[in-house]
């Protein structure tokens, strides 16, 4: 049996060694913090004046267009995170250190959720690089908003990354893999609430709005905005979690050697 020293041992080599290759990737960093910073310094500013916000929870007076979106990017870099970590697991599946990881007796669930705790953890130091530059840029939350939406991106992180490992458990080839991450991404994306309120979207259309509100994205993106202003959105943290544990059980499912999505995949061939 296991003893939990192991666990432990375990839990904090794949946190540290995915920080680590987060550290030594400065590339990955700033181009974490660049896409989000676009959207906010040119997309942000060419719809300021057309494009004012209503009075809507959790804003009690109408707000800049910054204002409204800065959540929304915020749940940007964590999708983007999200599959980046899984490409990466595609990627040492390939090279075979995924393959020594899964073999190891530890159970293959725990295993997968602490490799998704690493890349939350990673997703999180972005959020927060990019919440830095919003706020010398002049879009700010309230100063304790900063530590309620850790929560809040705790589980959004997981629930994005899991998405992510899901994909990952169903594509064998690293080419495959990043084909597909832009048509979840953008999708995703484009189909929530990051770049326009859920009545906007009602007023385009009732399909647009529909996909606006079963999309998962959407869920998190809300339950980080409401945080960061100092509220729980309750809908969106049950939507979130029901997301993440779909998410999760499929990826162990897929991540399963002798029935998961790989093991049909293999014996197909």
Not at 16 to 25: A, K, M, P, T, Y
Not at 117 to 135: D, E, M, N, P, R
Request: aromatic share 14%; proline share 6%; net charge positive.
């Amino acid at each position: 049996m296991t003893a939990p020293a192991h666990y432990v041992l375990a839990l904090g080599g794949i946190v540290g060694r995915e920080v680590l290759r987060f550290v030594h990737q400065r590339e990955r960093f700033l181009s974490a913090l660049v896409r989000p910073l676009l959207w906010l310094f040119v997309f942000a500013a060419g719809f300021r004046a057309a494009l004012g916000i209503a009075i809507t929870p959790p804003y009690e007076t109408y707000i800049p267009y910054e204002v409204y979106i800065v959540p929304g990017l915020a749940g940007m870099v964590q999708l983007f995170n999200g599959m980046q970590s899984s490409l990466s697991m595609v990627y040492d599946r390939e090279m075979g250190s995924m393959r020594m990881l899964l073999v190891s007796p530890l159970p293959r669930w725990f295993l997968l959720t602490a490799k998704l705790l690493a890349g939350t953890a990673v997703s999180i130091l972005q959020v927060y690089a990019f919440l830095a530059v919003a706020w010398v840029y002049g879009v700010q939350a309230p100063p304790l908003g900063y530590l309620t939406v850790l929560p809040a991106l705790v589980v959004s992180g997981l629930m994005l990354g899991a998405l992510g490992m899901l994909l990952s458990s169903a594509i064998r080839q690293l080419e495959n893999f990043a084909g597909v991450m832009n048509f979840v991404i953008f999708p995703t994306f484009f189909l929530s609430t990051a770049l326009y309120p859920l009545w906007k979207m009602q007023e385009a259309g009732e399909l647009l709005y529909f996909l606006c509100t079963v999309n998962p994205f959407s869920q998190a993106v809300e339950l980080i905005r409401f945080a960061l202003y100092l509220d729980v959105n309750l809908p969106a943290l049950g939507w979130t979690v029901l997301a993440l544990a779909l998410f999760l059980g499929g990826a162990v499912y897929g991540y399963n050697p002798a029935q998961g999505f790989l093991a049909r995949k293999t014996g197909g061939e």
